[in-house]
Structures are given as structure tokens and as C-alpha cells.
């Protein structure tokens, strides 16, 4: 593993976007390793709080996590001594996730970020759930534009530093052409 980072809280690296690698590519395949970058974003957790937030077993969850610390999404913070003097490692996001492009990654199964979002909205309840959908027409600079807009939206908040007694939210995006 990698030499333990200080990652700022709340921090998404001041870099361009750019296009995953292979690896990369594989670690964002999995909802469950997107929903354990989304417990890590705000606060450092162990492999064990991650399990239990997640109602996996720990061993499974250290698989996801060495992936994520392997490809950079993850850093260890320095280790820590738990309640009975246990050696505990926690465990942060890097931001990273937000700034790798999948491009034309071809990822198969299902679509990791939606697998991770239902497995989200199962645990909040549909009544913490607020959605909306919207049916557009255009042509195709006009989509381009709008997905576009939508990115600088949240990338402008993705910049902003996170408020540690702010409300934990999470956002889904998924945009689609309609057939026929």
C-alpha cells in the first residue's frame, strides 16, 4: 500500500479531468466501491465502519478497499488505536473518482453508478428521495450545451470546501436518449 497522504477534508484535487486507465476504469465498475468513496468523502473510516455501514462482511469490503487505494481513490490516513487498542487504519477519499473520464471504458454488467444509487435510495427510504424528470428535444449542439452546463454546475460545487456540520447529500445524474 501507499505511503499514508493528508488529504484536506472535503478536498477534490485542483486537476483536469483525464481519461481513466484500465485500472481505474475496473475500480469504478462496482457500486459497492462508489458507495464506499461516498462514506469516505466526508469523514475517514475504517475497513470495519465501512462494513457495517455497508452490512458486508469485512473481508469483502477490504478487497474493495485495497482496489480503491491501489488506483489512487483512496489514501490511509495514519493509523489509529480503536476503542479495545486495536490498530485501525482509516480510510479517506481522494476526490480522484471526480476528476477521471471513463470515456469509452467499456465496463460491462450494469451501470456502476446506478447500482450504487439503488442500493443509496434502499437504505434512505423512497420518502428521502427528491427526483424529478424532464423531457427534452434538441439538436445535438443544444445537448452538448446542456451537458455541458449541467458539469460546470457541479463542478463549481465540487470546488467548494465541505461543511462538516452540513447535511451528508448525494446527487444522481442520469441522462439518456428515448426510443422511438
Known amino acids: ?3 499514508p497522504e493528508s488529504v484536506p477534508y472535503g478536498h477534490v484535487p485542483n486537476v483536469e479531468r483525464r ?8 475500480a469504478l465498475a462496482s457500486g459497492t466501491r462508489l458507495r464506499i468513496l461516498r462514506l469516505c468523502l466526508s469523514e475517514a473510516l475504517t475497513n470495519k465502519e465501512i462494513a457495517a455501514r455497508l452490512r458486508k462482511h469485512p473481508a469483502s469490503v477490504l478487497h474493495h478497499v485495497r482496489t480503491l487505494v491501489d488506483t489512487g481513490f483512496l489514501v490511509a490516513e495514519p493509523v489509529r488505536r480503536g ?4 490498530r485501525e487504519v482509516p480510510y479517506r477519499a481522494t476526490g480522484l473518482s471526480w476528476k477521471v473520464d471513463l470515456g469509452d471504458h467499456t465496463l460491462g454488467g450494469p451501470d456502476a453508478a446506478l447500482e450504487a444509487f439503488l442500493e443509496e435510495v434502499a437504505v434512505v427510504g423512497r420518502a428521502g428521495l ?13 445537448m452538448e450545451e446542456f451537458q455541458r452546463r449541467l458539469h460546470e454546475v457541479l463542478e ?3 470546488r467548494r470546501p465541505m461543511d462538516p456540520h452540513g447535511q451528508r447529500w448525494s ?7 428515448e426510443s422511438g
Open 19 to 26: 481519461p481513466a486507465t484500465e485500472a481505474q476504469a475496473r
Open 83 to 86: 476503542s479495545r487498542g486495536a
Open 156 to 158: 463549481e460545487f465540487t
Open 1 to 3: 500500500m501507499a505511503e
Open 130 to 142: 427528491q427526483s424529478t424528470r424532464l423531457g427534452l428535444r434538441l439538436p445535438p449542439e443544444q
Open 171 to 177: 446527487v444522481y445524474l442520469g441522462i439518456h436518449p
